[in-house]
């Protein structure tokens, strides 16, 4: 009976694997590929077999995985979207607004790969709607998301909700990026699937750390604020429920991750929150009052660190990882700081649960100066940091500076490049940035 039940789930999970449902869920949301007649071979003349779980890391040198027929780069390089162009059965593109109805659009992946430097294929939009939705959606597990979302928290709402949510989305994307170094499955097959985005399409499947973070943020949150903020249940229920399921589907539009992918990283992200659930207040308590707490944070933070960039070839989502381990590094001794200093204190027990104050033009105008001038001030401290800690680095070990993708593929470079990098903007974020509101008279 236990093996019968055994085969059955292994049958489900490859069934779920496969890269055909993916496809059947774009077509049904309106993305259609230009792919050529024929499929994409490579050098040696052997097709690139359309299986589930490959194990290996798709190159763009080694095998052609775009989504159209203009792989030579000859066709026209649209950048984002446009509604005239349609495909010959060639592959070939040409004027013939004739042929394409008003809701299609021609477009491309809006970032290149990072590793790599593949720009993508053409692909075609017939609902606009739900390419901007999913779009939206995928957005909310990048950086620029977590680069606003963190600080505005912090710096308007609840300082204590953003620094625990901090620590776990740290350690949440330390176990999800982790984990897809050790199982090393590769993304979906293209074809049939579309590759609506590229840009991590280089890192290994599976979990997919967008459903991770886009489960473990919402949810969090609302562990977090319910009953230390005053709303319904049901309201906060169904917010983390709705932001959850956009990320978890928008990874299935983007033919980035299948279906088996995305419930694993959703139901692995519930089993992390619940590890960290019972521990989060003691791990908070204890970051900002134990007097050995700076060196445990900088300990764990970069054996972890070294962990991860031992599990693997260099790739995109080593640096991800020690960027979420620096910037929770940093903010946990920004925090430290703050509580020794006796600066931002917490709002007493009596006060709870809190509300939320009237709104008034004044309040806006200061929230959003607030927000503004501190996110000017964390850019310009990351592109300060980047400009100065690469070449340093490079000068240091010996390597050439005038390739920066190539310098971060060497460990040496790429981990205290993250480290110091991201743990001065989340330190400025938690500390640096609250003080100069206070010299400004904004806090």
């Not at 159209?68 to 649209?78: F, L, M, R």
């Not at 993508?120 to 779009?135: R, V, W």
């Not at 006060?351 to 503004?372: A, D, E, K, N, Y």
């Not at 205290?416 to 330190?427: A, K, L, M, N």
Request: proline share 6%.
């Amino acid at each position: 009976m236990a093996n019968d039940l055994v085969k059955v789930f292994v049958q489900m999970c490859n069934y779920l694997q496969e890269p055909r449902h993916v496809a059947r869920f774009q077509n049904f949301c309106g993305v259609k590929g230009t792919f050529p007649d024929k499929p994409a071979k490579r050098e040696s003349g052997r097709s690139e077999p359309d299986c589930p779980g490959l194990r290996k890391r798709v190159q763009s040198s080694d095998v052609s995985v775009g989504n159209g027929a203009a792989a030579d780069g000859s066709g026209p390089q649209v950048n984002g979207m446009q509604g005239d162009i349609t495909v010959r059965p060639d592959g070939s593109a040409a004027a013939a607004a004739a042929n394409v109805d008003s809701d299609t659009a021609r477009a491309k992946p809006l970032r290149k790969n990072s590793l790599t430097g593949d720009v993508g294929q053409e692909f075609l939009i017939h609902n606009k709607f739900l390419f901007y939705l999913f779009t939206f959606g995928t957005e909310l597990g990048n950086e620029m998301f977590f680069i606003v979302f963190f600080p505005f928290l912090f710096w308007n709402i609840d300082a204590l909700v953003s620094r625990r949510l901090i620590v776990v989305w740290a350690w949440n994307l330390f176990v999800g990026q982790s984990t897809k170094d050790m199982v090393r499955w590769s993304r979906p097959a293209s074809p049939p699937v579309v590759k609506v985005e590229v840009f991590y399409n280089s890192e290994y499947s599976m979990p997919s750390t967008h459903a991770m973070t886009g489960t473990a943020i919402p949810f969090c949150l609302f562990m977090l604020t319910y009953g230390r903020w005053q709303y319904p249940f049901l309201f906060g229920f169904s917010v983390a429920l709705s932001w959850s399921v956009l990320v978890c589907v928008s990874r299935v539009y983007m033919g980035m991750h299948s279906i088996l992918e995305v419930i694993t990283g959703f139901l692995y992200s519930l089993l992390v929150l619940a590890f960290f659930q019972p521990i989060l207040e003691m791990i908070d308590t204890f970051y900002m009052m134990d007097h050995y707490a700076p060196l445990v944070i900088v300990v764990s933070h970069v054996s972890f660190g070294l962990v991860a960039f031992s599990l693997d070839s260099w790739s995109t989502s080593r640096g991800d990882t020690a960027q979420a381990l620096g910037t929770g590094a940093g903010a946990a001794l920004a925090s430290h700081v703050n509580y020794q200093l006796g600066l931002l204190l917490d709002p007493p027990l009596s006060s709870l649960p809190l509300t939320l104050p009237s709104i008034s033009t004044s309040l806006v105008i200061r929230s959003l100066l607030r927000f503004l001038i501190g996110v000017a001030v964390l850019l310009v401290t990351r592109m300060v940091m980047k400009a100065v800690t690469i070449p340093f680095l490079c000068r240091l070990f010996g390597l050439p500076s005038d390739d920066v993708r190539q310098a971060r593929q060497h460990m040496k470079v790429e981990l205290p490049y993250r480290y110091i990098v991201y743990s001065v903007v989340g330190f400025s974020c938690v500390s640096v940035v609250p003080l100069l509101f206070r010299i400004l008279n904004l806090a």
